[in-house]
């Protein structure tokens, strides 16, 4: 049974920083594609940064280029996001995503971690 379960969300002050971790079983990660959504109230879900599978490349959201930091051990089934700078948009529930490199179709989502930015 795939599992993606995300942790480390919490409450935190403008300008904080948060580490996200997803722990990653019942699939084999390095044929995995992963990334972070987020989706805060009333809004869609949005793509906050990815990695390819081997972790050569990377890709960020504008709002969050230069402040988020995606990362990943394969060895250790786990996908990180280091958040720096924090500022009230991005609070949000922040979602892990795997997605196959060959069989596209074949995707998993974690239930979430709830990020909140606030004074």
């Given at each position: ?36 959504y987020r989706q805060a109230p009333g809004k869609q879900r ?74």
């Open positions: 049974q795939v599992q993606l379960v995300e942790s480390g969300g919490g409450l935190v002050q403008p300008g904080g920083s948060l580490r996200l971790s997803c722990a990653v079983s019942g699939l084999i990660l390095s044929a995995h594609d992963m990334s972070w949005e793509l906050v940064a990815s990695i390819t599978s081997t972790g050569n490349s990377t890709n960020y959201a504008d709002s969050v280029k230069g402040r988020f930091t995606i990362s990943r051990d394969n060895t250790k089934n786990i996908v990180a996001l280091h958040m720096d700078s924090l500022n009230s948009d991005d609070t949000a529930t922040y979602f892990c995503h795997a997605r196959h490199i060959s069989y596209t179709i074949l995707e998993s989502w974690g239930r979430g971690t709830q990020v909140t930015v606030s004074p």
